[in-house]
């Protein structure tokens, strides 16, 4: 009887023996992954950046070959400039001899992702104008807007994160959506921009390197980029820029609010140091 229990607990000792071995090899590697994961992270915010840094992004597409300088460059006819008519005698009009140039004017498309200074525009959407929910006599929301930005991390508001910011539609409502870098567990939203950033500023004011109140302003169009002067550019070409009857026009922020902890990452570490 003893030797079978000794040949079960000799068992069992190989057993957590080999499973102390694996999980060894398991936290192993997920440190390793860990690692390269947070490199990753520091390469993607390091190249982000850098693109929001310089500029000239937007540059229009090359000409066909047969433009020049906005010019259709000139072909010779097959027929030397003589045009037969349906009765089969060839007629020749006395201006063909000379070459015709013909000026094509072609609209300048926007190229996306589009340098905005501190934000950076991936996609503008579309304007909604039949639905007044997706505008106030001061602000319009393209659906399907996507933009990102830099601003602090909301767990730990020293370092820097970037946010994905986007307008969807949602059953003929807007849904505004703020989404830290690598966390899509932490994402915020509503049928506001403005509450989308009071959610994220209350979430920094939380957090527990925070020692002192932040006079934060609640700025939700402007952290989405919506008063970027471009961005209005771009939506006023919009055809359903004139249908929004609420619109009366865009309000423009000062520096002095674009200044604010709320916005500007560098303004809020001066009162965290």
Known sequence: MNLKYKRRYDNLKRCVKSYLLENAALTDEICRLQGELSSTRSQRLYLIERLMFFEGLEKSNNGRNSLANGKLEPTDSPAGGVKKSKS??????????????????RKKKSVFPM?????????????????????SDTWIFPVGYVATRIYAHPKDPRKKCVFTCKILNNAGIPQFQIIP?????????GESASLCHLELLNTIQRSPNVKVKIPFEVQGEVFFGLSTQKTQSLLMVDPGYHQCTNFKGFVVPTSKSLNNPSISFETLQSFLS
């Open 115 to 135: 340098n905005l200074n501190s934000v950076l525009l991936h996609s503008l959407g579309e304007i909604i104008s039949g639905n007044l929910n997706f505008h």
């Open 181 to 189: 870098d690598n966390d899509l567990d932490g994402v915020f939203f």
């Open 88 to 105: 089969g005698v060839l007629q020749k009009k006395p201006n063909e001899d000379k070459p015709k140039s013909v000026t094509i004017i």
